[in-house]
C-alpha cells in the first residue's frame, strides 16, 4: 500500500503530493472518486474524477466509432459456363447491389464433368461480366484458375471516379 500519492483535482490543476487518506477526503469532500492513474510513477498519480460519468462517456465514444466504421464482406456469385443471357443479367444486377452496398464481390464459374476441358468458355462470361460491371465496379482480382473453377474478385469504385451529379435549377 501507498502512502503518498500526486494528486491532480477534478479541474485537471495539480494539487501536489499529500498523503493517501488526505486524497481520499478531497474526493469524498467533493462527491467524486479518486481514480488511479499512473501506478507506476513515484509517488503514484491520482484523479479526483467522476469515475461512472467518464466510464459512460468512453463507451459513448467506442459505440460512435463502431457506427462510423465501414464493414465490408466478400459476397459469392456462382455461375456455370452454359448459364444463359437472362440469368447473367440477374447475376449483374445482384452485383450491382452487393457493390452498392460497399461489399466486395467474388464470381465463380465452376466447370463439372466435360466443361473443365473448355475453360475458355469460362474465362469469357467472366470478360462479359467484367466489361458490363465497368461502370459501377473495378476488378480487383482478374480470373484465375482454382481447381475446377475460375474466380474474379469485383470491388466498389472510389467515390473520386463516380461522375458528378446532375444539378437542377428552378426559377419562379
Known amino acids: ?5 500526486r494528486v491532480i483535482g477534478s479541474d485537471g490543476e495539480q494539487k501536489g503530493v499529500m498523503p493517501l487518506e488526505n486524497a481520499r477526503a478531497m474526493a469524498r469532500q467533493e462527491n467524486l ?5 499512473s501506478r507506476s510513477a513515484k509517488p503514484p498519480v491520482c484523479r479526483v474524477m467522476d469515475h461512472g460519468k467518464y466510464m459512460f462517456e468512453r463507451q459513448k465514444r467506442e459505440k460512435d466509432k463502431r457506427k462510423s466504421q465501414v464493414r465490408t464482406g466478400v459476397k459469392e456469385i456462382r455461375l456455370s459456363p452454359r448459364t444463359g443471357d437472362h440469368d447473367v443479367g440477374i447475376a449483374l444486377g445482384k452485383i450491382r447491389k452487393f457493390i452498392a452496398d460497399g461489399s466486395k464481390v467474388k464470381v465463380r464459374v465452376r466447370f463439372r464433368g ?4 473448355n475453360p475458355a468458355v469460362g474465362l469469357d462470361l467472366l470478360r462479359r ?28 469504385t472510389s467515390m473520386k471516379k463516380s461522375p458528378p451529379r446532375a444539378v437542377t435549377t428552378v426559377r419562379g
Open 33 to 37: 472518486d479518486l481514480v488511479e492513474v
Open 129 to 156: 461480366i467484367a466489361g458490363e460491371a465497368t461502370e459501377f465496379s473495378q476488378i480487383d482480382a482478374e480470373p484465375m484458375p482454382e481447381g475446377n473453377t475460375i474466380i474474379m474478385t469485383l470491388s466498389p
Open 1 to 5: 500500500m501507498v502512502r503518498e500519492v
Open 114 to 117: 466435360r466443361e473443365r476441358f
